[in-house]
């Protein structure tokens, strides 16, 4: 199980989610570009000391990503979209899933839409618009890792 970040714009979420992936040992993918200098201290912050204790791998874009987990690894990537119409505790996740999270302003373009395995979304309240992408991924994280029984 993977996490993978698709051109985070905020720091605290990222250094957040570089945590929350470090806590679960699950490993986690940056997509380029970053909406922000990697080594930003807001983003050592959010991440605190567990930033060492965490697997990362970073992207140029999402054509390298795509190529690396689609093509050789042959795992399945899964957006977590407010598009989507399959409830995430509905899904039936693999060990081997991606869980892809859009970035906090703009989600992801039509063909990365296109060219993932499945989407799923956090059912929400009709007014609502977003989860914070923190919130979202750990949301969804502790279901794939419950489901698999991958939780450390």
């Given at each position: 199980m993977r996490l993978a970040l698709y051109q985070p714009e905020i720091p605290q979420n990222t250094g957040t989610l570089m945590r929350t992936a470090a806590?679960?040992?699950?490993?986690?993918?940056?997509i380029e570009?970053?909406?922000?200098?990697?080594?930003?201290?807001?983003?050592?912050?959010?991440?605190?000391d567990y930033l060492d204790l965490v697997q990362i791998e970073r992207h140029n874009d999402w054509a390298a990503?795509?190529?690396?987990?689609?093509?050789?690894?042959?795992?399945?990537?899964?957006?977590?979209?407010?598009?989507?119409?399959?409830?995430y505790?509905?899904?039936?996740?693999?060990?081997?899933?991606v869980l892809l999270m859009g970035s906090e302003g703009a989600g992801v373009p039509q063909n990365v839409h296109d060219d993932v395995d499945a989407q799923i979304t956090i059912p929400m309240a009709e007014n609502a618009r977003s989860l914070n992408i923190a919130v979202s991924a750990a949301m969804v994280l502790s279901e794939a890792l419950r489901q698999t029984?991958?939780?450390p």
């Open positions: 806590c679960l040992e699950v490993g986690l993918d940056i570009p970053c909406g922000f200098v990697f080594s930003d201290k807001h983003l050592k912050r959010a991440g605190m990503f795509n190529a690396l987990y689609q093509t050789k690894q042959k795992a399945r990537i899964v957006l977590v979209t407010t598009k989507a119409s399959v409830r505790a509905d899904f039936s996740f693999q060990p081997d899933d029984q991958s939780f």
